[in-house]
């Protein structure tokens, strides 16, 4: 079968967990309880010294899921990534650098943009599923309506402040059907090691209707 594109991928899950880890050991586990929940779409962010570790034991414990690594910002982080295993890479924003790396590899990636003018420079390479970052809860939503008619061919994930109540504001619009949020792996669910939690979490986000 071939790679997914990052469009297929998004269209897996209407909520991708972003996932900071500190300790590789439970990502396995931490894997397995997002899966059962119903989410196979997340992104691992390239933060902390365990974030490689962590993501080669979730492609591990979980083959079936599409597992991103995030906070990319050189092509030497987009080798790291694709080293790794990741299946795709997310990154803040866009550089030539960066897109240059993209091209060079057909690495599915989503780029973060906050205007107009950064959406032209990423489709002018090739890029048209994006990350609005940041989008501040439900604010966004009206940017990226109003880039709907601009712009009919992208297609968005926002992500920075959002929470459950603000997601079906966003799958509601047309270019919009994955958002992106943390609350998914609170912090003290992962550190107490409550996979019970986080599968009950993952069953709450996976059930979001889209448009």
């Not at 994930?157 to 994955?178: E, F, Q, W």
């Amino acid at each position: 079968m071939n790679p997914r594109t990052m469009r297929e991928m998004l269209a897996r899950t209407p909520v991708m967990p972003i996932l900071t880890l500190h300790d590789a050991r439970w990502a396995g586990d931490l894997a397995l309880a997002l899966v059962r929940g119903g989410i196979s779409v997340f992104e691992v962010v390239m933060r902390t010294p365990q974030s490689v570790a962590a993501l080669r034991a979730m492609l591990e414990a979980t083959p079936e899921a599409d597992i991103g690594m995030g906070t990319l910002m050189t092509s030497a982080d987009v080798q790291t990534a694709r080293q790794a295993g990741a299946k795709f890479g997310v990154s803040p924003g866009l550089t030539a650098e960066l897109a240059g790396a993209i091209a060079a590899t057909q690495f599915p990636f989503l780029p973060g943009v906050a205007t107009a003018s950064e959406v032209m420079q990423a489709r002018g390479w090739g890029l048209k599923e994006l990350k609005y970052f940041p989008a501040q809860g439900a604010a966004g939503a009206h940017w990226i309506k109003d880039m709907s008619g601009v712009f009919p061919d992208v297609l968005f994930c926002p992500t920075g402040g959002i929470r459950p109540a603000d997601i079906p504001t966003y799958l509601k619009l047309p270019n919009c059907s994955t958002v992106g949020g943390s609350w998914v792996v609170p912090q003290d669910m992962l550190g107490d090691r409550d996979w019970a939690g986080i599968t009950a979490l993952a069953q709450q986000a996976s059930a979001f209707a889209r448009h």
